[in-house]
Protein backbone atom coordinates (compact mmCIF):
# COMPACT_ATOMS: atom_id res chain seq x y z
CA UNK A 1 0.00 0.00 0.00
CA UNK A 2 1.35 3.46 -1.15
CA UNK A 3 0.05 7.21 -0.59
CA UNK A 4 1.59 10.24 -1.37
CA UNK A 5 2.56 12.63 1.72
CA UNK A 6 4.24 16.48 1.26
CA UNK A 7 7.10 17.14 2.55
CA UNK A 8 9.29 19.71 2.15
CA UNK A 9 7.01 21.07 -0.92
CA UNK A 10 7.68 17.75 -2.64
CA UNK A 11 5.81 14.44 -2.68
CA UNK A 12 7.00 11.33 -1.52
CA UNK A 13 5.79 7.95 -1.21
CA UNK A 14 5.64 5.85 1.89
CA UNK A 15 5.47 2.70 2.55
CA UNK A 16 3.71 0.36 4.98
CA UNK A 17 4.64 -2.62 6.92
CA UNK A 18 3.33 -5.93 5.40
CA UNK A 19 2.69 -9.21 7.11
CA UNK A 20 4.96 -11.87 6.92
CA UNK A 21 3.90 -15.54 7.96
CA UNK A 22 6.72 -17.35 9.49
CA UNK A 23 7.66 -20.78 9.44
CA UNK A 24 6.59 -23.52 11.98
CA UNK A 25 9.01 -23.95 14.63
CA UNK A 26 9.27 -24.94 18.20
CA UNK A 27 9.45 -21.78 20.58
CA UNK A 28 9.86 -23.95 23.90
CA UNK A 29 12.61 -25.29 22.41
CA UNK A 30 14.02 -22.01 21.55
CA UNK A 31 13.57 -20.40 24.91
CA UNK A 32 14.63 -23.19 26.61
CA UNK A 33 18.52 -23.65 24.88
CA UNK A 34 18.79 -20.58 27.09
CA UNK A 35 18.46 -22.22 30.44
CA UNK A 36 21.64 -24.43 31.22
CA UNK A 37 22.40 -26.21 34.08
CA UNK A 38 24.67 -23.33 36.62
CA UNK A 39 27.01 -24.47 38.76
CA UNK A 40 27.61 -22.40 41.85
CA UNK A 41 29.32 -23.36 44.81
CA UNK A 42 28.13 -26.64 46.75
CA UNK A 43 24.96 -26.27 44.28
CA UNK A 44 23.84 -27.16 40.44
CA UNK A 45 21.07 -25.21 38.93
CA UNK A 46 18.87 -27.11 36.89
CA UNK A 47 15.80 -26.26 34.80
CA UNK A 48 12.65 -29.07 35.30
CA UNK A 49 13.45 -30.45 32.13
CA UNK A 50 17.09 -31.19 32.71
CA UNK A 51 15.85 -32.27 36.83
CA UNK A 52 17.97 -36.09 35.36
CA UNK A 53 20.77 -34.80 34.87
CA UNK A 54 24.21 -35.63 37.13
CA UNK A 55 24.63 -33.40 39.48
CA UNK A 56 28.55 -34.35 39.92
CA UNK A 57 28.25 -34.29 43.97
CA UNK A 58 26.70 -31.11 44.01
CA UNK A 59 23.42 -29.94 45.68
CA UNK A 60 20.92 -30.09 43.08
CA UNK A 61 18.02 -27.39 43.09
CA UNK A 62 15.54 -27.04 40.25
CA UNK A 63 13.97 -23.83 39.01
CA UNK A 64 11.34 -23.05 36.94
CA UNK A 65 12.45 -19.73 34.78
CA UNK A 66 8.91 -18.18 34.93
CA UNK A 67 8.68 -14.15 35.61
CA UNK A 68 10.16 -13.99 39.16
CA UNK A 69 14.17 -13.13 39.66
CA UNK A 70 16.34 -16.13 39.91
CA UNK A 71 16.85 -18.59 37.79
CA UNK A 72 20.75 -19.19 38.88
CA UNK A 73 22.02 -17.39 35.96
CA UNK A 74 22.65 -13.85 36.84
CA UNK A 75 26.02 -13.40 38.96
CA UNK A 76 24.21 -11.69 42.08
CA UNK A 77 22.39 -15.21 42.57
CA UNK A 78 25.71 -16.97 41.87
CA UNK A 79 27.46 -14.77 44.14
CA UNK A 80 25.06 -15.50 46.99
CA UNK A 81 25.40 -19.29 46.04
CA UNK A 82 28.78 -19.45 46.55
CA UNK A 83 28.94 -17.37 49.95
CA UNK A 84 26.52 -19.67 51.18
CA UNK A 85 29.02 -22.93 50.23
CA UNK A 86 31.88 -21.15 51.79
CA UNK A 87 29.52 -20.81 55.14
CA UNK A 88 28.93 -24.03 55.10
CA UNK A 89 32.02 -24.97 54.57
CA UNK A 90 33.26 -22.98 57.15
CA UNK A 91 30.49 -24.61 59.67
CA UNK A 92 28.21 -20.88 60.09
CA UNK A 93 25.98 -22.53 58.18
CA UNK A 94 25.03 -25.70 59.43
CA UNK A 95 21.93 -27.91 59.39
CA UNK A 96 19.31 -26.98 62.21
CA UNK A 97 19.80 -23.50 61.86
CA UNK A 98 16.84 -20.86 60.48
CA UNK A 99 17.07 -18.14 57.65
CA UNK A 100 15.56 -15.59 56.43
CA UNK A 101 15.36 -15.07 52.34
CA UNK A 102 14.20 -11.46 51.65
CA UNK A 103 12.90 -10.54 48.32
CA UNK A 104 12.56 -14.57 47.69
CA UNK A 105 11.93 -14.74 43.98
CA UNK A 106 11.89 -18.10 42.57
CA UNK A 107 13.31 -19.19 45.77
CA UNK A 108 16.25 -20.59 44.48
CA UNK A 109 18.18 -19.44 47.45
CA UNK A 110 16.03 -20.37 50.16
CA UNK A 111 15.68 -23.70 48.71
CA UNK A 112 19.20 -24.06 48.37
CA UNK A 113 19.15 -23.25 52.37
CA UNK A 114 16.52 -26.05 53.26
CA UNK A 115 19.11 -28.04 50.74
CA UNK A 116 21.59 -27.79 53.37
CA UNK A 117 19.81 -29.05 55.81
CA UNK A 118 18.06 -25.94 57.27
CA UNK A 119 14.53 -24.18 57.69
CA UNK A 120 13.08 -20.85 57.52
CA UNK A 121 10.96 -18.23 55.34
CA UNK A 122 11.00 -16.19 52.45
CA UNK A 123 9.13 -13.15 51.76
CA UNK A 124 8.50 -11.35 48.50
CA UNK A 125 6.28 -8.35 47.28
CA UNK A 126 5.30 -9.47 44.30
CA UNK A 127 2.70 -12.00 44.12
CA UNK A 128 4.02 -13.90 40.98
CA UNK A 129 6.79 -14.53 42.74
CA UNK A 130 5.36 -16.12 45.32
CA UNK A 131 3.72 -18.57 42.89
CA UNK A 132 6.88 -19.44 41.23
CA UNK A 133 8.53 -19.96 44.62
CA UNK A 134 5.90 -22.53 45.98
CA UNK A 135 5.73 -24.42 42.45
CA UNK A 136 9.95 -24.78 43.00
CA UNK A 137 9.58 -25.75 46.22
CA UNK A 138 7.19 -28.94 45.44
CA UNK A 139 9.82 -29.56 42.54
CA UNK A 140 12.42 -29.70 44.63
CA UNK A 141 10.50 -31.48 47.66
CA UNK A 142 10.88 -29.02 50.24
CA UNK A 143 7.90 -27.62 50.49
CA UNK A 144 7.58 -28.56 54.37
CA UNK A 145 10.68 -26.99 55.35
CA UNK A 146 10.29 -23.37 53.43
CA UNK A 147 7.40 -21.11 54.44
CA UNK A 148 7.04 -18.23 52.26
CA UNK A 149 4.40 -15.34 52.26
CA UNK A 150 3.56 -12.06 50.19
CA UNK A 151 4.86 -9.35 52.09
CA UNK A 152 8.69 -7.28 53.53
CA UNK A 153 10.03 -7.26 56.70
CA UNK A 154 6.89 -6.70 58.42
CA UNK A 155 5.97 -10.33 58.27
CA UNK A 156 8.81 -11.00 60.60
CA UNK A 157 9.22 -8.47 63.22
CA UNK A 158 10.45 -9.57 66.60
CA UNK A 159 11.88 -12.95 65.23
CA UNK A 160 15.67 -14.05 64.97
CA UNK A 161 17.45 -15.84 62.17
CA UNK A 162 20.82 -17.52 61.84
CA UNK A 163 21.14 -16.74 58.54
CA UNK A 164 19.32 -13.60 56.59
CA UNK A 165 19.66 -13.44 53.08
CA UNK A 166 18.81 -10.23 51.16
CA UNK A 167 19.11 -10.15 47.24
CA UNK A 168 17.48 -7.27 46.17
CA UNK A 169 18.90 -3.62 44.93
CA UNK A 170 21.13 -0.97 46.56
CA UNK A 171 18.15 1.43 47.48
CA UNK A 172 15.98 -1.04 49.09
CA UNK A 173 18.62 -3.09 51.09
CA UNK A 174 20.06 0.75 52.46
CA UNK A 175 16.38 1.46 53.79
CA UNK A 176 16.11 -1.83 55.26
CA UNK A 177 19.09 -2.13 57.27
CA UNK A 178 17.14 -0.79 60.33
CA UNK A 179 15.19 -2.88 59.91
CA UNK A 180 17.43 -6.09 59.06
CA UNK A 181 19.92 -6.30 61.17
CA UNK A 182 17.58 -6.88 64.63
CA UNK A 183 16.34 -10.48 62.88
CA UNK A 184 20.05 -11.52 62.78
CA UNK A 185 20.89 -13.53 65.85
CA UNK A 186 24.31 -12.71 67.71
CA UNK A 187 27.08 -14.65 65.91
CA UNK A 188 24.63 -14.94 62.99
CA UNK A 189 25.37 -14.36 59.03
CA UNK A 190 24.08 -11.71 56.83
CA UNK A 191 24.07 -12.19 52.99
CA UNK A 192 23.85 -9.13 51.12
CA UNK A 193 23.18 -8.96 47.24
CA UNK A 194 22.43 -7.33 44.69
CA UNK A 195 24.54 -3.90 44.14
CA UNK A 196 27.19 -2.62 42.54
CA UNK A 197 31.07 -3.03 43.37
CA UNK A 198 30.97 1.03 43.77
CA UNK A 199 28.45 1.16 45.85
CA UNK A 200 29.50 -1.60 48.54
CA UNK A 201 30.95 0.78 50.53
CA UNK A 202 27.59 2.98 51.29
CA UNK A 203 26.27 -0.50 51.78
CA UNK A 204 28.91 -1.27 54.07
CA UNK A 205 28.26 2.07 55.88
CA UNK A 206 24.35 1.96 56.10
CA UNK A 207 24.50 -1.99 58.12
CA UNK A 208 27.58 -0.71 59.92
CA UNK A 209 26.22 1.90 61.32
CA UNK A 210 23.35 0.23 62.64
CA UNK A 211 25.70 -1.76 64.93
CA UNK A 212 26.27 -5.65 66.35
CA UNK A 213 22.97 -7.77 65.83
CA UNK A 214 21.65 -7.97 69.90
Known sequence: MRRPCR???RFCAGSFPQPEVLPDRDWNAGWRSYFTPVEAGDFLILPPWMKDEDAGGRIPVIIEPKSAF????????????????RLRAA??????????DMGTGTGILGIGC???????FGADIDPLSIDNARENCEMNGIAEGFEI???SVELVRGQKFDVVIANILAGPLREMAPALIPLVRPGGCLILSGFLAVQAPGMREAYACMGEPE
Open 70 to 85: GTGHHPTTTMCLEAMS
Open 7 to 9: ANG
Open 149 to 151: REG
Open 114 to 120: VKMGLSG
Open 91 to 100: GAMKAGQRFL
